[in-house]
Every structure is written in structure tokens, then in C-alpha cells.
Nanobody, 122 residues
Framework: QLQLVESGGGLVKPGGSLRLSCAASGFTLDYYSIGWFQQAPGQEREGISCITSDGSTYYVDSVKGRFTISRDNAKNTVYLQMNSLKPEDTAVYYC????????????????WGKGTLVTVSS
């Protein structure tokens, strides 16, 4: 069974950090580009970061300099290190995989995880 499972979400105070993990099972991530997507309450799901199959990384402006995406193909896992968290980062975070060498938007992803909730609040 092909699946992605996110973990690492939780409640954190403003300025704090979390590391999200996206673990794949049933397939290898080596040839996939992986995106992290954010869906805040009442908002549409949007991509915030992506890492291509060759390791190139991309970030939207709102997280640039605060979030870092990385991949460990040996562990079949992609990470999102989130630092300097803000209340506006509160959202469900999803990872998704695309069998492609380039990042894709929400509609172009092949597999999705079920998400992990991040709440940033004092």
C-alpha cells in the first residue's frame, strides 16, 4: 500500500520550532519531488516548500529563512524544519509526492498524506 505519513505536529509557542516528518511506505521517494502544503482554517491548501528529486529546494516568501526542507532517501523520509514560528503558521500541514523531477502545484501531486496539525499559540 502506497502511503505518506506526516508526524511532528503539535502545539508550540510563538518563536518556537518544530520538525515535521513525511515518511513514505510502499514506494521509494528517490525519484519523487516532495512538497509541503499548508491549510489554515477556512483557507485553501497551498504549497509552501518543495524539494525536487535532485535536491533543489523552493520556498514561498512567507516561510523563506524560517523553514528548511530536506530529504533523507536512505530513510525514505522528507523533513520540514520550522523555526521562528508565528501564530499565522497555524495550519494542517500535508506532504505530497509527485513522480517528477520538478515541483508541482496542489493539483499535480500523485500521493498525499493525511496531514499533521501545527498550532502556534501562547
Amino acid at each position: 500500500q502506497l502511503q505518506l505519513v506526516e508526524s511532528g505536529g503539535g502545539l508550540v509557542k510563538p518563536g518556537g520550532s518544530l520538525r515535521l516528518s513525511c515518511a513514505a511506505s510502499g514506494f521509494t521517494l528517490d525519484y519523487y519531488s516532495i512538497g509541503w502544503f499548508q491549510q489554515a482554517p477556512g483557507q485553501e491548501r497551498e504549497g509552501i516548500s518543495c524539494i525536487t528529486s535532485d535536491g533543489s529546494t523552493y520556498y514561498v516568501d512567507s516561510v523563506k529563512g524560517r523553514f528548511t526542507i530536506s530529504r533523507d532517501n536512505a530513510k525514505n523520509t522528507v523533513y520540514l524544519q520550522m523555526n521562528s514560528l508565528k501564530p499565522e503558521d497555524t495550519a494542517v500541514y500535508y506532504c505530497a509526492a509527485a513522480r517528477a523531477s520538478r515541483c508541482r502545484n496542489t493539483n499535480g501531486m500523485d500521493y498525499w498524506g493525511k496531514g499533521t496539525l501545527v498550532t502556534v499559540s501562547s
